[in-house]
């Protein structure tokens, strides 16, 4: 799939939901936080990839998700 458009910035919002991925296994997506809007940005940004197994969606993280976990947060 290819997105079109400037990536959005990584945020407090996208480092706390990655935290619910950081093992790197596959989380089915009802033990997730219901935030449609929020899973489609890190998609789009490849920071987790999605997969589907007998009707059930999964997420994980992706080596890019990682990295941005991994670079020091930005104080105000």
Avoid: C
């Amino acid at each position: 799939m290819i997105w079109f458009g400037l990536a959005s910035p990584f945020n407090h919002h996208h480092r706390q939901f990655l935290e619910y991925l950081r093992n790197g296994e596959w989380v089915r997506a009802i033990d997730l936080p219901d935030r449609p809007k929020l899973k489609l940005t890190l998609l789009r940004n490849r920071w987790i990839e999605t997969q589907e197994t007998d009707g059930e969606v999964s997420y994980r993280i992706t080596a890019a998700g990682l990295e941005e976990m991994s670079k020091p947060k930005k104080l105000r």
